[in-house]
Nanobody
Framework: QVQLVESGGGLVQPGGSLRLSCAASGSIFSINVMGWYRQAPGKQRELVATFTSGGSTNYADSVKGRFTISRDNAKNTAYLQMNSLKPEDTAVYYC???????????????WGQGTQVTVSS
């Protein structure tokens, strides 16, 4: 089993910044993919940014140039630096991880509980 602990959401004015963090713990042999998705009211959950074990990153077009994903491998933690925030960035942000279990050879998906980000004046 893997636990994800998210932090960093909140209320910010347009143009402001927030930093989200997500720490993974538990039965982890390796992290294959880790990142963030978001879901706004009445909309489907969508990818925001992810990174892979190989070091590649993937961003939604809507956040390119404004958001940056980074990681601390030693702490199994991912960070999402969000700059130049817009009202349309308002959503619940979910941490996602695909890990290879330390107890068997299988990989599993896990989701965090979500953290609210509200961009409003």
């Amino acid at each position: 089993q893997v636990q994800l602990v998210e932090s960093g959401g909140g209320l910010v004015q347009p143009g402001g910044s927030l930093r989200l963090s997500c720490a993974a713990s538990g039965s982890i042999f390796s992290i294959n993919v880790m990142g963030w998705y978001r879901q706004a009211p009445g909309k489907q959950r969508e990818l925001v940014a992810t990174f892979t074990s190989g070091g590649s990153t993937n961003y939604a077009d809507s956040v390119k140039g404004r958001f940056t994903i980074s990681r601390d491998n030693a702490k199994n933690t991912a960070y999402l630096q969000m700059n130049s925030l817009k009202p349309e960035d308002t959503a619940v942000y979910y941490c996602y991880v695909n890990v290879r279990s330390a107890s068997n050879s299988y990989s599993y998906n896990y989701w965090g509980q979500g953290t609210q980000v509200t961009v409003s004046s």
